[in-house]
């Protein structure tokens, strides 16, 4: 049997581990926490410090950057890119290839298209009618 991790040196020469997700067999770095009831593809990453919740998806290619919270039933479709300290809300579907960036904040059960782009720091609402939109 093969091992079932991977070391990877960083842009600092730092080498991490990561370990293949025993459902997806994507890879998560050592001090990560991503819950046995994810799905985490091959070909993602999970860095250190991030959290997935149960049943959340992140697909081939996906990458979730450090401390980046991932909320329960999130889907994080195909080379999405959520930055570091990033928090997804429950069930919200980040589309392919969008980058959400540092700190910012996607509420729950929000429907991010694919190729779009969140800001830094930005925050991503409902309002009464259910329309999302980035907060002011």
């Known amino acids: 049997m093969g091992k079932n991790y991977v070391d990877i040196e960083n842009e600092h020469g730092e080498t991490l581990r990561y370990r293949k997700h025993v459902n997806g067999r994507g890879l998560v770095a050592h001090g990560s ?70 700190g910012a904040r996607v509420a729950k059960d929000s429907k991010i298209g694919d190729d779009e782009a969140i800001p830094p720091g930005g925050t991503v609402v409902t309002d009464a009618r259910g329309a999302l939109h980035l907060a002011a």
Do not use: C, F, M
């Open 33 to 102: 926490k991503v819950h046995p009831d994810a799905r985490v593809e091959v070909g993602a990453y999970v860095e250190p410090g991030a959290q997935v919740a149960a049943g959340a998806t992140v697909a081939r290619g996906a990458w979730i950057e450090s401390d980046a919270l991932i909320g329960p039933g999130a889907y994080i479709d195909a080379n999405a890119h959520v930055g570091p300290k990033a928090a997804i809300g429950a069930r919200a579907h980040i589309g392919v290839r969008t980058r959400v960036g540092a």
